[in-house]
């Protein structure tokens, strides 16, 4: 157990459609990362937060927005979903903004239909 | 876009084998990360290597780094069934954040 929580574990909603996927570092992780896992990208980074800024932007759609709350959770909010989303979730958490290992979530398994 | 690139993309071996998987990069680093990804699953950071060094252990992992050659390796000794996992190397450094490759899948047979 990494001590990273995501919920939910899966997710099957319909096109054009709006979720909240929703991280929960690790007690004492300032850092917070999103990335994207399909089959043809690879682990894709999509964007990191440290103490509640927003400290740095890969390759996030526009429909695509992610903020880190006061108690240093994190929500990713995906809209207008496209069946192309669909993919694994992870969000990962680490202690500084860099230099330190992250620790990975479950993942959220998002299925656009 | 991805900073590292694994090579090579699938690796099958035998048990009791070593397994050799490398990872080339772009920019310049100040860290290099080895994780490991059990299918579908989340990644496990596995060893940490900073840029002023080249080498570094952990129990059956060795990992090189030849930052002259922008690149470094994994070496897993003894391979075991359960060693059979995505590698991934991540770099942070010219991205500012810690950016992934695309992975080795390695198998290991019984």
């Known amino acids: 157990d990494s001590g990273v929580t995501q919920t939910p574990k899966h997710l099957i909603t319909a096109t054009g459609q709006r979720v909240t996927l929703r991280c929960s570092p690790r007690?004492?992780?300032?850092?917070v990362y999103w990335y994207q896992q399909s089959l043809d990208q690879g682990l894709q980074f999509l964007i990191q937060?440290?103490?509640?800024?927003?400290?740095a932007k890969g390759n996030i759609l526009e429909r695509f927005s992610a903020q880190q709350f006061p108690d240093l959770h994190s929500e990713l909010n995906l809209s207008s979903l496209e069946l192309g989303d669909s993919a694994l979730y992870f969000c990962?958490?680490?202690?500084?903004?860099?230099?330190?290992?992250?620790?990975f979530g479950q993942g959220t398994r998002l299925t656009v239909v | 876009s991805q900073q590292g690139e694994e090579d090579p993309q699938a690796l099958s071996i035998q048990e009791g084998e070593n397994a050799t998987m490398n990872c080339s990069y772009k920019?310049?680093?100040?860290?290099l990360q080895w994780y490991r990804q059990n299918s579908g699953r989340g990644l496990v950071h596995l060893i940490l290597?900073?840029?002023?060094?080249r080498e570094k252990h952990s129990g059956r992992l060795r990992v090189t780094l030849d930052t002259s050659k922008k690149s470094s390796s994994l070496l897993i000794t003894a391979s075991r069934a359960a060693d059979t996992a995505s590698y991934f190397c991540?770099?942070?450094?010219?991205?500012?954040?810690?950016?992934f490759g695309k992975g080795t899948m390695l198998l290991v047979s019984p």
């Open positions: 991540a770099t942070d450094g010219g991205y500012s954040t810690l950016t």
């Open positions: 920019t310049s680093i100040n860290n």
């Open positions: 990962a958490s680490s202690v500084v903004t860099l230099g330190t290992e992250a620790f």
């Open positions: 007690s004492g992780d300032l850092s």
């Open positions: 290597i900073r840029s002023n060094e």
């Open positions: 937060y440290y103490n509640g800024e927003e400290r």
